[in-house]
């Protein structure tokens, strides 16, 4: 997605602006990029702690949930899946963006140009996917708990698909995405981006020539729609159901004492703050990202230069972007009692402790209230 003044400057409608077949004759139309050295250490600072949170937080999810046999829960599985996704992000792709923010041009070679918006798509989807399953896997084990099983026992088809379908989606780019040069009188000008095929086509009311990239236009679109407004949709009304269902609905069973009244207000409180969360962090983060894409994609006169603050927002954008991965295990293990002792476990704190369990909303519908106490603690 990214533009360069070469790319800019290559699509012109006046041919008297500069003579492309002889580069040599020209120096450098504008001036080399210069960063401040207060904004490389900001930026710096600000991303690599973004990566530390990211791996340290999405791994510690992993080992938790694979040394848990009682936290090996569907739910849970999905969660591991995500917390993969955001590692191949942050491993693959926030340094990217991070070193090409702050050097001049693209410096890091047809590989990692090809790699990195591959990684970048890649992830989106599994991680996206990853967040419908979860909404799914809670819709089903809430509001019809009776057919929970429909995803328990097609979990791990589920995650094998999710990875088929994000490979599939970014596929295109590993053939499309190409390192670029051009050869100026007083620099060589190096850039990443896009080469679809051009189609030229005749303005019925000027006569002229109008260039595009159709095929471009049309990627980046379904990748935007597929990825986040309708995921998003989805989710709102996945989440709307299981609020309603959570908020309303009384547990199933026998007369029950006050004391497990308060326990049951206490989940609803928090498996509603939680799914809140979720939602709200997830759409926050993304939805620049998905302003500059369309930017990008429709804005009036792609044959002008960029503005000025499309590069400020593009950079925000891919920073909070970025930032979910880093927030997602934060989220999650901060809403759950279990994955907080399973940290503690993991660094050596292994005293038995009472604490309040801390029940699956889902269990709540389909087991007796008067086995809540015993059964539910096990369960995410």
Known sequence: MENTIGETLNVTANPYILDYDNELNWNYP????????????????LYSLLMLIAIVGNILIIVVVARNKRMQTTTNFFLVNL????????????WVRLVDDLTEGWV????????????????????????????????????FAMKAHIIERRASYAIVITWVCAIAVAS?????????????????????????????EVDPVTGS??????????????VTVALYFVPILTMSVIYFLIILTVWFTR????????????????VKRKV?????????????????????????????????????????????????????????????????????????ALFGNNERKLYAAIY?????????????????????
């Open 172 to 200: 295109p780019l590993l053939f499309v995405r190409q390192e670029e040069s051009r050869v100026w009188a007083n620099h060589v000008e190096i850039w990443c981006d896009d080469t679809w095929p051009l189609i030229e």
């Open 360 to 380: 699956r909303a889902d269990s709540m519908y389909h087991t007796s209230t008067t086995h809540v106490m015993t059964t539910q603690h096990t369960q995410l």
């Open 30 to 45: 504008v001036p080399l990029k210069k960063v401040a050295q207060w904004e490389i250490i900001l930026k710096i600072t």
């Open 83 to 94: 917390a993969v996704s955001d590692l191949l992000v942050t491993a693959c792709c926030s």
């Open 209 to 222: 020539i109008m260039k595009s990239f159709k095929g471009r236009k049309a990627y980046y679109t379904f």
């Open 108 to 143: 890091l070679g047809n590989v990692f140009c090809k790699l990195n918006s591959f990684a970048q798509v890649t992830s989106m989807v599994a991680g996206i996917f990853s967040l419908v399953l979860i909404a799914c896997d809670r819709f089903f084990g809430i509001v």
């Open 272 to 344: 509603v703050i939680m799914l809140i969360t979720i939602l709200a962090t997830f759409g926050l983060c993304w939805l620049p990202l998905e302003i500059v894409i369309l930017y990008s994609e429709y804005r009036p006169n792609k044959h002008e230069q960029l503005p000025h603050w499309y590069s400020i927002m593009e950079f925000v954008s891919y920073t909070l972007a970025f930032a979910n991965s880093a927030l997602n295990p934060l989220i999650y293990a901060g809403f759950n009692e279990n994955f907080r002792k399973g940290f503690r």
């Open 251 to 266: 547990a199933p069973g026998e007369r029950i004492s006050v004391k497990e009244i308060q326990v049951q207000k206490k």
